[in-house]
């Protein structure tokens, strides 16, 4: 049994499937499996990943029926025997030293879980982003409040590692079109006693036009609320006196909703919802910490001019395209 299972969910991911499996089989420590499951593609993605890992026994390749990403996650996390998961998108990558870096900091600290700095690569450019300025060990008390307030701590699976005791059998159960790793993030750590931060951008998250987060339609974002909500009802269920850091995570998700998603057909059935939630959760938002000066400004000017809003955002980008 290896000590990790490296997870790949998979459907028409063709253009990029083969730098991810090509930077796992760079890996500098090979104590781990590595699953991909082929979520009915239809394009050519199982053979290049056959062709990539070739007799690699530490790799396997199944697929299924077209059932969803949720579905393709318990079916991972089923297969799965190591001690530890570690989640890898199919059109993202990893650095050669990832899981040498993960193994040095769970054999220090004895962690439940890892969450790791990642880089955004966009338009050929990689950014950083920075959660928290250096290492850092979480308490579970501490590690909720974060996942709360939303800001520091993004709610998909590809930059935390849990042990694979913490998966139970019906953790992706429902009919998801996406956000199924965001609503069972505090189920996984309400079962951490440590959780450390490692400072280190070991995962390239590849953000393009094709990616399901900008193909949304009205129905997606009607469910991704409800299921929010849900989430919000499970954080309050595991530390009822947290309903600040509540407040500020549903202020950061409405910022996020309204800047990526207002251009959707039929978004004014929402769009007077998120700016309710921002404007009651304000105060909360502009008095957190971990928010910039510049950031609060544009969540005041969101909240109650949305027109001035968009116009300060297309002039800044206009600005510095120009330079």
């Known amino acids: 049994m290896a000590k990790y299972s490296i997870l790949i969910p998979m459907y028409n991911a063709e253009k990029h499937i083969t ?17 991909v499951v082929d979520d009915g593609s239809s394009d050519h993605s199982s053979d290049l990943v056959k062709k990539c890992i070739g007799n690699d026994r530490r790799f396997k390749l199944h697929r299924q029926n077209n059932m ?74 501490e590690i909720i409040k974060e996942l709360a307030k939303e ?23 429902g009919n998801f079109k996406m956000l199924e790793d965001y609503y069972i993030m505090p189920d996984l750590f309400s079962k951490c ?27 997606i974002l009607k469910q991704n609320y409800i299921i929010s909500e849900k989430r919000e009802r499970k954080i309050l269920g595991l530390i009822p006196q947290i309903k600040k850091e509540i407040g500020i995570g549903r202020a950061y998700r409405a910022i996020t909703v309204l800047n990526l998603y207002s251009d959707i057909e039929h978004f004014d059935i929402y769009k007077s ?23 609060k400004i544009g969540a005041i000017l969101l909240s109650f001019n949305t027109d001035a809003y ?3 955002k297309r002039l800044k980008k ?3 395209t120009c330079r």
């Not at 800001?151 to 159960?173: E, Q």
């Not at 998250?205 to 949304?216: P, V």
């Not at 919802?273 to 950031?295: H, M, P, Q, T, V």
């Open 68 to 141: 969803g990403v949720a579905k393709a996650r318990e079916n991972l996390t089923n297969k799965a025997t190591g001690e530890y998961i570690v989640w890898i998108d199919s059109d993202d990558y990893v650095v050669s030293t990832m899981l040498e870096t993960l193994n040095s900091y769970i054999d220090k600290y004895q962690a439940d879980a890892l969450v790791f700095k990642y880089s955004i690569l966009e338009a050929g450019k990689l950014i950083d982003i920075n959660a928290f300025p250096e290492d850092k060990i979480f308490s579970n008390v």
């Open 193 to 219: 006693d440590t959780v450390v931060y490692v400072n280190s951008p070991l995962y390239i998250y590849r953000q393009e036009e094709g990616s399901i987060t900008h193909n949304l339609n009205i129905e």
């Open 310 to 312: 968009f116009f300060a």
């Open 151 to 173: 800001i520091n701590m993004p709610g998909f699976l590809c930059n935390k590692v849990f042990k694979k005791s913490f998966y139970a059998n019906d953790l992706f159960k």
């Open 273 to 295: 919802i998120y700016i309710k939630d921002l404007r009651k959760n304000l105060l909360r938002y502009i008095l957190c910490r971990d928010i910039s000066a510049f950031r």
């Open 19 to 35: 730098e991810c499996i090509s930077s796992i089989i760079k890996q500098s420590y090979n104590d781990f499996e590595c699953i």
């Open 318 to 320: 206009c600005l510095l």
